[in-house]
């Protein structure tokens, strides 16, 4: 009986909602036409916001953004979302990540290089001087151990207490902490986290390769020119392998003529991994610059820290290289400015961040046309990345819902 009562109760709630509702229909045609535009822009704030931050905003600001595109300013609503501290200490940490180590993934603790890379874009920071400044972000919290150049345990202990990195971050000399010469110093190239990663063993080649992966988005195979000359090809390097010295002439040589003279700037550099912390030799070649001389001793020897770019001739000048720079030079800080001058440069920036914020890469001619048009905005700003992160978020945030 109770049960009987409430339905018919309901149903005469509902006939009187629909009387209601005829004697107002101007009304409620009005708001059935004007909700979905409120909704619209709305939703869009949201999903910007979803996109920069990855956290849930308050009220106030989802009401703010929504105010900023209404009046058609969608990058003042981008600039809201990422004064959100999530904005530095997860999309820009999952962002940068997987640059700072071999296997290229995004669970490896906060370390020097994110840091610097985060606190650049919090502080407008000209991107291209990114692989050559003399610079080095570290928090800024008595609650940690001081940085040394000898573990990650400051940068490891911040993520570890969820320091806030938007307010936290302070920018030094990386020379002063890091015990290398200001000239040595080349941004990125040069922090901890990425000599542990690629200066480690081996013969510095994996600086060169990741250096590239991460800042001109080409891995070696993508660059492979046989065309260049093998003269300053090392020892190590076979030119016959297997007893077949075509393999060489048709696929080694592709990438070492190229590679080698520009490796040769990271001559002086090393990971120890006894003191595990990035030394450097003035004026004295690394052994590992000078083993398996037996595979062909008359390969080059490397006698200084000197480089080439020879890529400024042959299919690899499609890469931008920079008319302003003589495309050779001494050592890591030189060779930085070379590869971040490059067009290659700054358009892996832009095609990085829209896969970042877009969820996906750039697949038709519409994406591709957006991805030029921001990495020249990039380049004309002064290569502020915090300004790519909006222009791809807002481009992505979707058009007006129906």
């Known amino acids: 009986m109770k049960f009987a009562r409430q339905t018919i109760a309901n149903k005469h709630r509902a006939r009187a909602g629909a009387k209601a509702c005829g004697f107002a229909a101007v009304v409620c045609a009005l708001v059935q036409v004007s909700s979905p535009a409120v909704a619209s822009k709305r939703d869009q704030a949201k999903r910007l916001y979803d996109r920069l931050a990855g956290v849930p905003p308050t009220a ?96 490891a202990q911040a993520e570890i207490n969820g320091v806030d990195l938007k307010s936290k971050l302070v920018a030094r000399q990386q020379s002063a902490l890091s015990g290398i010469p200001a000239a040595a110093t080349a941004g990125l190239i040069t922090t901890r986290a990425a000599a542990a990663a690629f200066f480690v063993n081996g013969t510095n080649r994996a600086m060169f390769r990741f250096t590239l992966i991460n800042h001109l988005c080409r891995d070696m195979e993508q660059v492979h020119d046989t065309s260049r000359p093998p003269d300053r090809i090392r020892q190590d390097v076979s030119r ?79 890469l931008g290289w920079s008319s302003a720079l003589p495309g050779s030079g001494q050592g890591a800080k030189s060779l930085g400015q070379e590869l971040a001058a490059s067009d290659a440069f700054s358009q892996c920036q832009v095609e990085k961040v829209f896969k970042a914020v877009c969820f996906r890469a750039p697949s038709d001619p519409v994406d591709r046309a957006q991805v030029d048009s921001i990495t020249g905005h990039f380049k004309a700003g002064q290569y502020k990345l915090k300004q790519v992160f909006a222009e791809a978020a807002v481009y992505c945030m979707g058009p007006d819902l129906p």
């Open 240 to 318: 016959s392998p297997g007893g077949d010295s075509r393999i060489f002439l048709n696929n080694c040589i592709g990438c070492h003529s190229g590679m080698d003279p520009m490796a040769q700037a990271f001559a002086y550099y090393d990971f120890d991994n006894t003191t595990q912390q990035l030394t450097y030799t003035a004026g004295l070649v690394q052994p590992k610059y000078l083993i398996n001389s037996d595979n062909f001793k008359y390969g080059f020897v490397t006698p200084d820290n000197s480089w080439e770019n020879r890529w400024r001739q042959g299919p690899n000048r499609a």
């Open 60 to 155: 106030a600001v989802l009401d703010a953004m929504t105010a900023d595109i209404t009046a058609g300013d969608p990058l003042t609503a981008a600039g809201r979302a990422m004064d959100d501290p999530a904005f530095y200490n997860v999309t820009l940490k999952n962002f940068v990540t997987p640059w700072t180590n071999r296997d290229q993934t995004v669970f490896a603790p906060l370390n020097d290089y994110t840091a610097t890379v985060i606190g650049m874009v919090r502080d407008d920071v000209s991107f291209d001087t990114a692989l050559s400044a003399d610079l080095l972000y570290i928090v800024n919290d008595p609650a940690l151990p001081a940085y040394s150049p000898v573990n990650n345990d400051h940068y």
